[in-house]
């Protein structure tokens, strides 16, 4: 059975876009057009693709077309663009979405676009999800890449380590004094309050299983940001576990300081892509190891 290109970019991009009307913008029809391919494509199929919602989501069929769909259309723009360079019209841009967690995505990350090839035409579209979560957007085929705590190859996928992110527990002096003037205990860490990042962020209680084997349950601030975590750990507001990049300046100023020096815990990160004959992924993964070369600890060897 031979799809059709325009209903596949059609489904792709009401994906993407989250609407019917959106999509049609980005592909200048009107949205009775995109309606018109989605419902071909689905009699095609014999298969509802896409749930009409707000936003539009794939149906579970659909999930398995999603990443057919983003792979023609990568292969199918740098063929274009690979045309265009021979015959001096400008090249289409490459699109690519990719999975970074936060903390990341603000140090060693930002390193990546300027390592790549100066020729290269690439929109990034990226997903801030937790080093721990971010393997699920690839099988589900919204993302050609990723950067996962997950050791473990994906489907369809490469995989290479990239380096370890390290993290420092600290809280301001202030606080230190207060909560934890003698030590860092169970009782301690039960009633101090203490930062945590969103609700997949199990980094501080890995900090306190490695302190005491008793169950704690500190107060806790909810803090879905890298810089408004730090800044509120340094106003005291509660203890964390910050990427050392940004904590060993804190420290350096007198703001924070570690509640147990010495301490830290070190995340592997790994690089998930997808495996297909691309310069764009190529030159992507490329960048991305240079930058994490650059910005992390080596993986222990063995």
Request: aromatic share 6%.
């Amino acid at each position: 059975m031979n799809l059709d290109n325009a209903q596949l970019a059609a489904f792709a991009m009401v994906i993407r876009e989250g609407s019917f009307e959106a999509a049609a913008r980005r592909l200048h029809v009107t949205p009775s057009a995109i309606s018109q391919r989605i419902k071909q494509l689905e009699e095609r199929l014999g298969q509802v693709l896409v749930q009409r919602a707000t936003p539009c989501v794939p149906s579970v069929a659909g999930q398995a077309l999603v990443r057919f769909a983003e792979e023609v259309a990568l292969l199918e723009t740098e063929m274009l663009a690979a045309l265009g360079s021979s015959s001096g019209e400008e090249p289409p841009m490459v699109r690519i979405p990719v999975a970074v967690n936060a903390d990341s995505l603000d140090s060693w990350f930002l390193d990546v676009p300027g390592t790549l090839p100066g020729g290269l035409q690439v929109v990034f579209d990226l997903r801030v999800d937790d080093q721990d979560h971010s393997a699920v957007l690839l099988r589900e085929g919204s993302v050609m890449a990723a950067v996962s705590a997950n050791p473990a190859a994906i489907q369809g996928c490469s995989v290479a380590p990239l380096g370890l992110m390290r993290y420092l527990a600290v809280a301001s002096p202030g606080f230190l004094a207060r909560h934890f003037a003698d030590g860092v205990d169970a009782a301690a860490l039960r009633r101090a309050p203490m930062l945590r990042f969103n609700a997949k962020d199990g980094l501080q209680h890995q900090f306190i299983a490695a302190r005491t084997p008793e169950a704690v349950t500190p107060p806790i601030h909810l803090v879905p940001s890298v810089h408004g975590f730090v800044g509120l750990a340094r106003r005291g507001l509660g203890w964390g576990m910050v990427p050392e990049a940004f904590a060993r300046q804190a420290i350096a100023a007198g703001d924070l300081a570690e509640i147990v020096p010495g301490a830290y815990l070190d995340v592997p990160l790994y690089w998930h892509c997808w495996r297909l004959p691309s310069a764009a992924l190529a030159a992507l993964t490329a960048a991305v190891e240079r930058a994490a070369a650059a910005g992390l600890w080596p993986m222990p060897k063995g």
